[in-house]
Nanobody, 123 residues
C-alpha cells in the first residue's frame, strides 16, 4: 500500500501562486506514475498533471505554462507549482499514484489517493 498526504492548499487572489506538496510513504517503489487531479463541487475529478517514474511529465492544456509538476525522489514528495492562478483553478486537489505507467493509468486508473487539499482562487 501507498499512503499519500497533500498539503499547501489555500485561498489566494487571481494571479497568485501556490505550491502543493504530496508526501508519499509505504510501498512507493511499486508506483510508476504519480499525478495531481482536481475536483470541483459536484463534478468529476479531472486530470491536471502527471509524472512518470522516468521523469516524463504531462500537463493538461489549461495549465500548461502556468503549472509544473515535479518530484523529489529522495524525499518521496510530489509537488505542483501553480502560478498565474485563475478562479477556474479552484477545487480540491488530490495526489494520486498508479502501479502502471501514466500512459496506462492516468487519470482514471490510479491505485492510490490522498484525501486532498483545497485550493480557492478569488477573482
Amino acid at each position: 500500500q501507498v499512503q499519500l498526504v497533500e498539503s499547501g492548499g489555500g485561498s489566494v487572489p487571481a494571479g497568485g501562486a501556490l505550491r502543493l506538496s504530496c508526501a508519499a510513504s509505504g510501498e512507493t517503489d511499486s508506483t510508476e506514475c504519480t499525478a495531481w487531479v482536481r475536483q470541483t463541487l459536484g463534478k468529476n475529478r479531472l486530470p491536471v498533471a502527471a509524472i512518470d517514474k522516468d521523469g516524463r511529465t504531462r500537463h493538461v492544456d489549461s495549465v500548461k505554462d502556468r503549472f509544473n509538476i515535479s518530484r523529489d525522489d529522495a524525499m518521496n514528495t510530489l509537488y505542483l507549482e501553480m502560478n498565474s492562478l485563475k478562479p477556474e483553478d479552484t477545487g480540491m486537489y488530490y495526489c494520486t499514484a498508479a502501479r502502471v505507467d501514466c500512459s496506462m493509468g492516468y487519470p482514471y486508473g490510479m491505485d492510490f489517493w490522498g484525501k486532498g487539499t483545497q485550493v480557492t482562487i478569488s477573482s
